[in-house]
């Protein structure tokens, strides 16, 4: 009986390479945060005290719905470095690019674009 020779991990080459991508994404989703908590910032001091009441209104509803959106994008930003730290953790363990439902290896493709994935494609496409 043939035993197929299969990759349990990747090399170390490899996880350097990988290690590269998501600090060059956490350095970069960082700034991002940064930006979104700055415009936040700005709009807690955007002063529209000088306007006409039915504007300021308007105003006080847009500046309502401004906080929302971005205290939503700067909480999907945080968990969004959060898994990428993670992911560096994984990196350190050697276990970084096996999918926690199969074991297998996922594709270089998927975590070029998705570092953070814990998942295959294959795995990914079951849960549907």
Same mark, same amino acid.
């Given at each position: 009986m043939e035993q197929e020779n299969l990759q349990i991990r990747y090399s170390d080459a490899d996880l350097a390479e990988f290690r590269e991508i998501i600090v060059k994404k956490i350095e970069k989703a960082q700034a991002d945060l940064e930006l979104i908590k700055s415009a936040y910032m700005n709009d807690l001091n955007n002063g529209t005290d000088d306007t006409s009441p039915t504007f300021k209104a308007f105003e006080e509803g847009s500046e309502?719905?401004? /906080?929302? +959106?971005?205290?939503?994008?700067?909480?999907?930003?945080?968990?969004?470095? @959060?898994?990428? /730290?993670? +992911?560096?953790?994984?990196?350190?363990?050697?276990?970084?690019?096996?999918? @926690?439902?199969?074991?297998k290896l996922i594709e270089k493709e998927r975590l070029k674009v998705v570092p953070h994935a814990t998942?295959?494609?294959?795995?990914k496409l079951q849960q549907r």
């Open positions: 309502t719905m401004s /906080k929302e +959106a971005n205290s939503a994008l700067a909480i999907r930003q945080e968990k969004f470095i @959060r898994d990428l /730290k993670n +992911a560096l953790v994984r990196i350190e363990n050697k276990t970084y690019g096996v999918c @926690r439902v199969t074991g998942m295959s494609m294959e795995a």
